[in-house]
């Protein structure tokens, strides 16, 4: 499953951005899920500077099979960057968890499910409006603590 960080997509590359962002789920539950699933992240941002420095600063380095930014497909709402992601994993399907309309656009026209997270500073009602609309089966609130209790994790 892709996650991805919270903030919006596009490459842009403006000083101080990663600075602002969070990732929208926990590390804890991100190495949970790595002993457990395939991880791949897809983002709009390009690979350097953007993704690398917020794989760093984020303490992400190592936790993603296959990472898929802007240079290496046509950015979401294109199904392309997941359709390469699930190919570096050798998955048939997959889970794209995403904060935006792009991303569950980009899953269901993969053909995965899209599943919307909620992200910080935003209303729960309102995103889960729009994140369903565009195809998301189910939102998460912010830091998928949903997740955590679904896979016995807490």
């Known amino acids: 499953p892709p996650p991805r960080r919270g903030g919006g997509g596009g490459g842009g590359g403006a ?13 804890p539950l991100l190495k949970s899920l790595k ?9 709009g941002r390009p690979r350097k500077p953007d993704c690398e420095t917020a ?29 390469l992601a699930l190919k570096k994993l050798m998955c048939k399907t997959g889970v ?14 993969a053909g995965i499910k899209a599943v919307g997270v909620v992200p910080p500073k935003h209303d729960k009602a309102a995103d889960t409006q729009v994140l369903t609309a565009a195809g998301a089966s189910v939102v998460l609130s912010i830091g998928m ?7 016995g994790e807490g």
Do not use: H, W
């Open 145 to 151: 603590s949903e997740l955590s209790v679904l896979l």
């Open 96 to 109: 794209m968890f995403g904060d935006t309309v792009d991303d569950a656009r980009a899953a269901v026209g």
């Open 15 to 27: 000083a101080g951005l990663n600075s602002l962002e969070t990732f929208l789920p926990s590390l």
């Open 55 to 83: 794989l760093k600063a984020f303490g992400l380095e190592g936790l993603f099979e296959a990472v898929v930014c802007m240079e290496d497909a046509t950015i979401k709402p294109d199904p392309a960057p997941v359709q």
């Open 35 to 43: 002993n457990k699933y395939k991880l791949a992240l897809v983002t």
